[in-house]
């Protein structure tokens, strides 16, 4: 089957985002895959590591709310390459600076911050440059690639040290940083990539009543919800492994590596429930959620160890699946604002915060409330995503028709 041009040009694009942001997650993924063998050496505590995911998620959050809005403003290709390059650095210094507590927190936090520099530019040039059916599939690709790299960073984290793990992350940051430069100014000479394509025709309007039109409420809830399990829980994996199921950390490492191998699967899967929905993303989003609720619920009663990763990993891909709708239909679905980078910052950026503050208190409330009982919270979590997609303004309706048959039948 040949492929249209428009087609061709959306591959083009979705390949070199997607291979990009692949090296994004195989970074962020190290300090997770491999914090088992960095308390295990003695290295870092528990805490410690908590206080480092949190000051790195706090640094990402900042970086996406600012990022976000300068990248509808600079081209993607300075702002991807920038950021890639700084990371790259930014990242190598950290295993570097074990001695000096203070200045490996910067160095980790600085790698944040450059971090998000991508993803915003990334949405924006992918949503203004490519026709809307292709949009949704370049986003699911590296959708995919943001939970791919949790595996691969595993893979990295059984054959290599931990510090040497943080040293080949950080050559795959620099030379994607070159490879996106190159292949940014290639698109532009043969017109796959534009600028300024798209200017918000509402702005009369407002852009605070636009979004709000859009939902933009609802969707930081959402936000803020699977934000906390995709990237707090998910980092927690392999500890959880160790302490609570009694892995040993090279077996916790490899079971975070098949967990999130499987989770990277979860995009397609939400795509093709998307699909016999009808393309509705609003029940899209609260099955996700329900599945989630159930299985996390599920993860609290059963205590057989595999059995009890099955459910866990069940209930984060329920949740990930509202996560998916989020990233790849709703924020490119505002191409025609001209903020498609600003909104996706600013909800990363809630994201974000969000994992940054419940990293840290799940480190200093395993010790308090235990593990078991942090399932709950977890539950309690997805269980307010769930009520939040619900459809609460078609049930006020259909009571509010109901109160009215009923006094018309009076």
Not at 216 to 229: C, E, N, P, Q, Y
Request: aromatic share 14%; proline share 3%.
């Amino acid at each position: 089957m040949k492929l249209s041009q428009n087609a061709k040009n959306a591959l083009y694009i979705g390949s070199l985002c997607s291979v990009a942001y692949l090296a994004v997650y195989v970074v962020r993924n190290i300090l997770s895959a491999v914090s088992p063998q960095m308390i295990a050496d003695g290295s870092y505590s528990t805490e410690e590591i908590g206080t480092i995911s949190s000051i790195y998620f706090i640094c990402y959050a900042i970086g996406q709310l600012c990022n976000g809005v300068i990248g509808d403003k600079i081209k993607a290709k300075y702002m991807i390459s920038t950021g890639l390059l700084l990371a790259g650095i930014a990242n190598a210094l950290f295993p570097m600076l074990t001695a000096t507590p203070v200045l490996a927190k910067i160095a980790y936090g600085s790698a944040g911050i450059f971090l998000a520099m991508i993803y915003g530019p990334l949405t924006k040039v992918v949503a203004e440059n490519t026709d809307p059916i292709y949009t949704t599939r370049c986003c699911l690709g590296y959708t995919f690639a943001s939970f791919f790299g949790s595996p691969l960073a595993g893979i990295m984290a059984t054959i290599f040290v931990w510090q040497e793990t943080f040293f080949v992350g950080s050559a795959s940051l620099i030379f994607m940083s070159i490879v996106c430069f190159g292949g940014f100014i290639l698109y532009e000479k043969k017109g796959i990539v534009k600028y300024g394509v798209y200017q918000n025709k509402e702005k009369v309007q407002g852009n605070i009543k636009i979004l709000f039109k859009r939902q933009i409420v609802k969707f930081s809830l959402i936000a803020i919800i699977t934000g906390i399990v995709r990237t707090a829980v998910v980092f927690w994996l392999p500890t959880y492994s160790s302490q609570y199921l009694g892995f040993t950390p090279q077996d916790s490492a490899r079971i975070f590596t098949v967990m999130t191998f499987i989770i990277s699967l979860n995009p397609f899967i939400v795509v093709f429930l998307f699909e016999r929905l009808k393309r509705n993303i609003d029940l899209t989003i609260l099955l996700s959620f329900s599945a989630s609720c159930t299985f996390f619920l599920a993860v609290f009663f059963i205590k057989i160890p595999y059995v009890n990763l099955a459910c866990l990993l069940l209930a984060v891909m329920g949740s990930n699946g509202a996560s998916s709708m989020l990233w790849s239909r709703y924020c490119p679905s505002l191409r025609d604002t001209g903020m498609v980078s600003s909104v996706t910052g600013f909800l990363d950026f809630l994201s974000y915060m969000a994992a940054a503050f419940s990293s840290s208190v799940f480190a200093n409330a395993v010790g308090v409330i235990g593990w078991g009982n942090l399932i709950l919270v977890w539950f309690g979590l997805v269980l307010c995503g769930f009520l939040t997609a619900l459809p609460w303004k078609k049930l006020f309706s259909l009571r509010v028709q109901e109160q009215n048959q009923a006094k018309n039948a009076e």
